[in-house]
């Protein structure tokens, strides 16, 4: 549903008192973030305003305290042309959820109900997949260069158990390498923590995640027919 004016009021309201609460915590300590992944009828129009008088309600007891700032449309890239950068805070962040392509990252996924998406997606390292990886990392740096250069934080990332190992392991180990070498920090976000095809423990994931390097040279597929 749209947001009240009441509901607003008592968002700005409700960060008043957490900022409060927490205000002798050292910034090196805790970080705040107004709202995970705004979504639906808060739009980026709405969220635009609503985020500035939100820091302006933490500011008046946090001056230096970090803050992460995300995007409307469940906090991706898709929005992030959209996002209006609070201007003259040194101490904001922006933080992106990266789950692209969603229909790999997501699939089979029995919770999102009659919008569930069928399982069998895979992900092999070619060139035409590492790029459009690259060209959302470079809308990122793009708007971070225009708007003052902020840390950029990959708030999540993560391609979830039923996808099969082998994509969900190449994939990962592509968007932390990318996260790294464009020196933002990161976070995976797993929903069954890193199970296997098995539905066991998959240390693969994890060295994807800290460990593992990008190949020099991607995958390469071809195609044969047979009479």
């Known amino acids: 549903k749209n947001p009240t004016d009441q509901e607003k009021e008592r ?16 910034p090196s300590q805790l970080l705040f973030e107004p709202l995970n992944e705004p979504q639906d009828k808060l739009t980026p129009g709405e969220w635009n305003d609503l985020l500035v008088k939100a820091l302006v309600k933490i500011r008046e007891t946090n001056p230096d305290r970090g803050v992460l700032i995300g995007t ?4 991706g890239v898709g929005a992030l042309n959209d996002l209006k950068w609070p201007t003259g805070d ?7 959820h990266y789950y692209e392509p969603f229909n790999l990252t997501h699939q089979g996924q ?6 569930a998406l069928p399982a069998g997606i895979t992900w ?8 459009a990886v690259d060209k959302h990392f470079a809308q990122i740096e793009d708007y971070r260069n225009n708007h003052g250069n ?15 190992i082998d994509s969900r392991v190449l994939w ?18 797993d929903f069954h923590f890193y199970l296997d095809n098995n539905g066991v423990f998959a240390q693969s994931i994890k060295d994807a995640i800290f460990t593992n390097k990008v190949p020099e040279k991607p995958a390469e597929l071809f195609m044969v027919e047979t009479n």
């Not at 040194?90 to 992106?96: R, S, V």
């Open 11 to 26: 968002f700005i309201t409700m960060w008043g008192q957490i900022a409060e609460y927490f205000q002798n915590y050292h």
């Open 72 to 75: 409307a449309d469940w906090g």
């Open 90 to 96: 040194p101490n904001l962040i922006l933080t992106i």
């Open 110 to 115: 029995a919770w999102m109900g009659d919008d």
């Open 124 to 131: 092999n390292d070619t060139k035409s997949e590492r790029e």
């Open 150 to 164: 902020m840390p950029v934080h990959i708030g999540e990332y993560g391609a979830f158990y039923p996808g099969d």
């Open 172 to 189: 990962a180990t592509y968007i932390s390498n990318r996260a790294k070498d464009s020196g933002y920090s990161s976070a995976y976000w």
